[in-house]
């Protein structure tokens, strides 16, 4: 049996809170809501000082993105270039310092400005070289105002850039925690992913960032490759536990329009016989790895923070996992970063084919004039709770109610009294109590399918009508 399947919408979302059958467990991985494509471009364009005027900044995130990879995985969909020819990173980097003084002066300095945590992501920083590493590092610092040796700081890393002379600029300047896409150690297992990569090369990397001063070390691993069986997950799971990693990653394995696994798959000639059982097959062979990758990390002194995320238990205190909270404040920078306000999300244009994106990278670099909101979604109290709501209950400790009545004046089981019932009836459900509603265990398990229960009718709407390009 084939364990890539035709390629799926980019953001399918099934049934209603009214339907009794469960969804499919694997349909979209909430990281953030409303998803961004349900962002559209703003007209008229909001001027950044209005949007942060009223704005609490004693605790704000920062995030700066950095498009960039040497290779693009056949899984991703993330806004990304390969390679970076004639200076672009440089450029790129001239265009971020334009942005962030733009930013700046936009917050004002009537109310101090105040970062509770920092993260390099896009991409890869890591392409970068130290010299840019370290402007990098300088923009977050002189430009922005944070203290990077002060806060929680991540970055995310390849094993190709994951060099000495890099972990070296980001250990100095404070990085609390690297992560690593490893993906797979096993070879074939890599190739079918479209990840060219060779085990040695990753262990090697490995090797270096245990040799840095760098606290936390993040491995993320892919379940659901071609022809992974549970001996080669298992041979994956013990190499990474080899190197005692404060934190595990555990994906699944998605197959999404205009990437190279996607353009793979409707490539292959005729359609399946029966494309409905094969999806079927496909989604109980992930299930079966994440369960035996849940149990294995567990017995192995991990706890269970979400679905994906599993966290050694002597490991050292970050801050708020995932740099994501339920309040608002996020200043990101870079041409695929997003902003939050409490009444607008906002980023740039979005796309994730090559062209579109060398070309949206290339306007990026070219932009004078950052002082305006350029696409975005307006956040009601609506949308509000649902994102509350999400970013709780998704997490293995679940949703404290007494944070939800006191941010929103009324109570998660009446505002959504059928989703939630919904989850009940399946059994995703372990407890719903005054203080707190939590997921089960097969709750956790099907977080990528309760997350679209929660999207609102006029999200699910304009993620239909969005345009991937």
Request: proline share 7%.
């Amino acid at each position: 049996m084939s364990t890539t399947p035709t390629a799926v919408p980019a953001a399918p979302v099934e049934g209603s809170a009214t339907d009794t059958a469960p969804p499919r467990p694997y349909q979209h991985y909430v990281y953030a809501y409303p998803h961004k494509t349900a962002y559209r471009p703003l007209d008229p364009r909001p001027p950044l000082a209005e949007l942060w005027a009223d704005q609490p900044r004693s605790a704000l995130s920062l995030y700066l993105h950095v498009p960039f990879c040497e290779v693009r995985c056949g899984f991703c969909n993330l806004f990304t270039r390969i390679g970076a020819p004639d200076g672009l990173t440089g450029r790129y980097l001239d265009a971020l310092e334009r942005q962030a003084d733009a930013v700046r002066e936009a917050l004002g300095d009537e109310e101090p400005v105040r970062f509770a945590n920092a993260a390099f992501g896009g991409g890869t920083p890591t392409f970068l070289d130290p010299d840019e590493l370290t402007r990098l590092c300088d923009l977050a610092e002189h430009r922005m105002g944070a203290d990077l040796r002060a806060v929680p700081f991540s970055v995310e890393a390849s094993p190709s850039t994951a060099t000495a002379d890099r972990l070296a600029v980001l250990a100095e300047r404070g990085t609390t925690r690297l992560s690593l896409g490893v993906q797979s150690f096993v070879e074939s297992e890599a190739r079918a992913a479209a990840r060219p990569q060779h085990r040695a090369d990753v262990e090697a990397a490995l090797a270096r960032v245990r040799e840095t001063t760098i606290p936390v070390l993040n491995i993320d691993l892919i379940y659901g490759i071609e022809g992974q069986t549970a001996a080669s997950w298992r041979q994956s799971l013990d190499a990474a536990l080899a190197w005692r990693p404060e934190e595990i990653y555990l994906y699944p394995l998605y197959v999404r329009p205009l990437t190279g696994l996607g353009r793979r798959s409707t490539g292959r000639g005729a359609a399946p016989a029966d494309p409905a059982a094969e999806e079927r097959a496909w989604d109980e062979q992930r299930l079966r790895r994440y369960r035996e990758g849940r149990d294995h990390l567990r017995a192995q002194g991990y706890e269970q923070v979400s679905m994906r995320m599993f966290r050694r238990t002597d490991a050292p205190a970050q801050g708020p996992d995932d740099y994501v909270c339920q309040t608002d404040g996020m200043i990101g920078l870079g041409c695929g970063a997003r902003s939050y306000t409490s009444a607008l999300h906002y980023s740039f244009d979005y796309a994730v084919s090559s062209r579109e994106v060398r070309a949206l990278v290339d306007a990026y670099t070219a932009t004078g004039d950052f002082t305006r909101a350029e696409v975005g979604r307006y956040v009601d109290r609506d949308e509000a709770r649902r994102r509350h709501l999400l970013q709780s209950l998704l997490q293995a400790s679940g949703l404290e109610t007494a944070d939800y009545r006191a941010r929103f004046g009324t109570d998660p089981a009446a505002d959504f009294p059928g989703e939630l019932a919904r989850l009940a009836a399946y059994g995703w459900l372990a407890e719903t109590a005054p203080e707190r509603i939590r997921l089960s265990e097969e709750g956790l398990a099907h977080s990528d399918a309760i997350g679209p229960l929660f999207f609102s009718p006029s999200v699910r709407a304009a993620m239909a009508a969005y345009e991937l390009r």
